[in-house]
């Protein structure tokens, strides 16, 4: 048991819970706080870890390490009587490198897709045998958890660019899965965002190696800007192997390359030749989406990299049971499915709707859309709006805030104004029953955004049950 005690303010979040439940694996005294009580919080508390709703700074000591996110205002009570009793600090990028200090560190980032990629990876190293460490934010359905302290080498780790706090790490291999602009709300510009990228890659150890979906324009430029001679920070770039993957030609300047060439997909599963060099394996993934074999492959290249063969590492992929919250079936009724994704970017949105079309099979989709952030809302209302339009019908809720105020004029409404099939309706269980009330058997229902839009799954199973229950 280590001397140090640790409290973590807001520990119900999704990368603060898989922190706290790796420091407890390894047997470091912490406790919790969180301001509303959550299934992680229940999580932790069956685990022994002694955590609380609310905050109580009277029970902040001085000997305390206070472990906190970028979502963690200076005003909250915990970290105030923190900061007056003299304690120290850790942002929580800094306590998962910590809890990864002594392993292969692997981080996973990327605008969008590294949830996926990163729990894609967890499985298929440890169906490998290599036993990997993991913190990834959202539940891998494998371990049903999103966090494991493992025997072996490796710590693979979802890695946060929304506060920047990706650059706390050191990684010894590191995957970006695209570059495209998001969080603008904290970086002011996708200039400034594309620049997070380029220092993460600079933050790659000498020898290491940095993985890249090539099909992305933001990754095709930073190879460029990694290979042009002296722009990497103090050449450190010339010291690593660049890889990439790619349904797409390959851009020059890669050490590696795969080829994705698909090859078939029905509603249960997509398949694909994965060509590096003169090898040819054959890979198939038990769920639909072309955007999931673009995962896979990063996956593939990564274990290829840490000494497994082609064709067991396509063998493991072949068994990936996904990630919470991707395209979760939450339960279905008459032949009526109700499935809840994350996606929360207009990229995402779009994906999940060519995907929900595919396992439709003909049936219609409809979508209950929650936008997240405000400001995201403002960025992108237009590539929302046409992502959306590619259900059947969609219905938009009020939006799920988070960290952010509300900005003046910025509604649902400014996406709504701009579809063709799409309705505003702010109240989001309302909005749920509006849908089940609509669905016809055949017909998939999708509960989509990364704010609390997922318990309307709940909603419209209840609903759909009275339905078809008169």
Excluded at 59 to 73: F, G, N, P, Q, W
Excluded at 110 to 136: E, I, N, R
Excluded at 141 to 158: C, M, N, P, S, V
Excluded at 236 to 255: M, R, T, V
Aim: a negative charge; hydrophobic letters at 40%.
């Amino acid at each position: 048991m280590s001397e140090k005690r640790y409290h973590f303010i807001g520990v119900g979040g999704a990368g603060m819970s898989v922190v706290a439940q790796l420091f407890f694996a390894r047997g470091w005294e912490l406790t919790g706080s969180d301001q509303n009580d959550s299934a992680n919080l229940n999580k932790l508390r069956k685990m022994g870890i002694n955590c609380w709703v609310g905050t109580r700074p009277q029970l902040i000591t001085a000997d305390m390490i206070i472990v906190y996110s970028s979502a963690i205002h200076p005003d909250n009570p915990e970290f105030a009587a923190a900061k007056a009793a003299g304690c120290k600090f850790m942002h929580r990028s800094q306590a998962l490198a910590l809890a990864a200090a002594d392993r292969k560190f692997v981080a996973v980032a990327g605008a969008h897709g590294k949830t996926t990629t990163s729990g894609m990876l967890a499985q298929t190293f440890s169906q490998l045998g290599a036993d990997p460490s993991f913190a990834v934010g959202g539940v891998v359905r494998h371990y049903q958890t999103g966090a494991h302290l493992g025997k072996g080498d490796y710590f693979i780790a979802e890695a946060d660019e929304s506060d920047a706090s990706f650059l706390n790490y050191r990684p010894q291999l590191a995957i970006i899965t695209n570059i495209e602009p998001d969080h603008l709300d904290n970086y002011g510009s996708p200039e400034k965002f594309e620049q997070a990228f380029f220092d993460f890659a600079n933050c790659i150890k000498p020898g290491g190696t940095l993985i890249v979906c090539t099909d992305d324009p933001g990754c095709c430029h930073l190879v460029e800007r990694l290979r042009t001679p002296g722009a990497a920070t103090a050449d450190k770039q010339n010291s690593i192997q660049i890889l990439g993957y790619g349904i797409e030609n390959p851009p020059a300047n890669l050490d590696q390359f795969c080829l994705v060439k698909p090859q078939g997909e029905d509603p249960g599963s997509v398949s694909a030749d994965f060509i590096v060099g003169e090898e040819n394996t054959a890979v198939r993934l038990p769920m639909p989406g072309r955007h999931n074999l673009l995962n896979a492959a990063a996956v593939f290249l990564a274990a290829q990299v840490a000494g497994f063969s082609a064709t067991d590492t396509a063998q493991a992929l072949g068994e990936f049971s996904g990630t919470s919250r991707r395209f979760e079936t939450r339960g279905e009724i008459e032949q009526i499915r109700v499935i809840d994704d994350y996606a929360h970017h207009p990229t995402e949105v779009e994906a999940l709707m060519r995907q929900a079309r595919e396992a439709a099979a003909g049936g219609k989709v409809l979508a209950l859309f929650q936008p997240h952030l405000f400001s995201r809302t403002r960025n992108f209302a237009s590539r929302f709006a046409s992502a959306l339009d590619l259900a059947d019908q969609v219905i938009v809720c009020d939006i799920y805030g988070a960290r952010e105020d509300p900005i003046p004029g910025v509604t649902s409404q400014i996406i709504t104004e701009k579809m063709q099939r799409g309705s505003y309706l702010g109240n989001r269980d309302e909005a749920a029953r509006v849908l089940a009330k609509a669905a016809q058997p055949g017909d998939l229902i999708l509960t989509v955004g990364a704010g609390d839009v997922t318990a309307a799954g709940a909603v419209i199973l209840q609903a759909l049950e009275q339905r078809f229950a008169q």
